[in-house]
């Protein structure tokens, strides 16, 4: 089994930012794909962002695009969701999905973080 716990969310004020990370460990040669995901209450869980082991493609939702980055540290399994510019509709619980494996690749979620966006 690969853990993958997420932290990092809380309250913020409209405008404000936030940093996400979410760190992988278990049995596993190397990690693939890693991405973020969240769900907002009444909807389906949306894809944020993403990237692919070597850097060279990272692609954002149309409603996060030019507000969030993110950014992987393989050698800590660590992947990073900077968050800026928040409005209210980024209230949502956000989950990050690893791909990983001995051999075949696996995805793996974590439980995922609640971030709130508020006055």
């Known amino acids: 089994q690969v853990q993958v716990v997420e932290s990092g969310g809380g309250l913020v004020q409209p405008g404000g930012s936030l940093r996400l990370s979410c760190a992988a460990s278990g049995s596993f040669s190397r990690i693939f794909d890693m991405r973020w995901y969240r769900q907002a209450p009444g909807k389906q869980r949306e894809l944020v962002a993403g990237t692919t082991r070597g850097g060279g493609s990272t692609d954002y939702g149309d409603s996060v695009k030019g507000r969030f980055n993110a950014s992987r540290d393989n050698s800590k399994n660590t992947l990073y969701l900077q968050m800026n510019s928040r409005i209210p509709e980024d209230t949502a619980v956000y989950y990050c999905?690893?791909?990983?494996?001995?051999?075949?690749?696996?995805?793996?979620w974590g439980q995922g973080t609640q971030v709130t966006v508020s006055s």
């Open positions: 999905n690893v791909l990983a494996g001995l051999g075949v690749a696996t995805p793996y």
